[in-house]
């Protein structure tokens, strides 16, 4: 079965320090994964995603995540974090045959220090 | 347009009413999703329609009823909730893979 791991609950940064924030995935196949951000009292925003090809991906608001199959990973950076970039980051997995069905991680929460 | 709009945005109810949470996309997508989040826990999906299809129920007790009147509405009727059903209900639509678009949400709380 499918699962999602993001091993940090909570991650303070100080404005302007890099980020990385961590997740790993349990599937059989090749998976199709994504990060989604949450900012408070607001919806989901998916910030990019990893199908197939270059295992480096690009995102908006200058984020971007490497998959390693061999980890299992596929971790989100940014090398310079803004006081906005303040949210909850979702990991999730989807099957390559239903990706209908995202399976969500249970989130980490930055905070963000001037 | 690339917005999901979801009405309302909060809620309160008592356990024997009947209520219903309201979401519309104008993106052409062809899927639509409910979720179901709960406070500083992941969203939980309930109901997926494809094409105005259901095409994934995940085991969500009757007193939630989804309705999905054309490809720009979904519907999610509330009734004889119980107070554990409080919280963020989430709205998305989709026409790429996992490419969800999600609404803003409708907070509710059942007394």
């Known amino acids: 079965a499918q699962s999602v791991t993001q091993p940090d609950i909570h991650i303070t940064v100080s404005e302007g320090a890099s980020l990385e924030l961590r997740c790993n995935y349990s599937?059989?196949?090749?998976?199709?994964l994504f990060w989604y951000v949450q900012s408070p009292g607001q919806g989901l925003q998916l910030l990019l995603k990893?199908?197939?090809?270059?295992?480096l991906v690009q995102g908006i608001k200058g984020f971007e995540a490497e998959f390693k199959r061999s980890q299992s990973s596929f971790n989100l950076r940014k090398p310079s974090v803004h006081w906005s970039d303040a949210a909850e980051y979702f990991c999730?997995?989807?099957?390559?045959?239903?990706?209908?069905?995202?399976?969500f991680g249970t989130g980490t929460r930055l905070q963000v220090f001037p | 347009d690339t917005e999901v709009t979801q009405t309302p945005k909060h809620l309160v109810m008592g356990m024997t009413n009947k209520k219903s949470l309201k979401c519309e996309q104008h993106m052409g997508h062809r899927a639509m999703y409910w979720y179901k989040q709960k406070a500083k826990k992941p969203p939980e999906l309930m109901f997926v329609y494809s094409y105005e299809k259901l095409s994934i129920n995940e085991s969500v007790p009757s007193r939630f009823s989804p309705e999905c009147p054309n490809s720009s509405l979904l519907n999610l009727h509330l009734h004889a909730l119980q107070p554990e059903d409080s919280a963020l209900y989430l709205c998305?639509?989709?026409?790429?893979?996992?490419?969800?678009?999600f609404g803003e949400g409708s907070r509710l709380t059942v007394l």
């Open positions: 990893y199908f197939s090809g270059d295992t």
């Open positions: 599937y059989g196949a090749t998976p199709y």
């Open positions: 999730a997995v989807g099957a390559s045959y239903n990706t209908d069905k995202l399976i």
């Open positions: 998305a639509s989709s026409q790429l893979a996992g490419e969800l678009f």
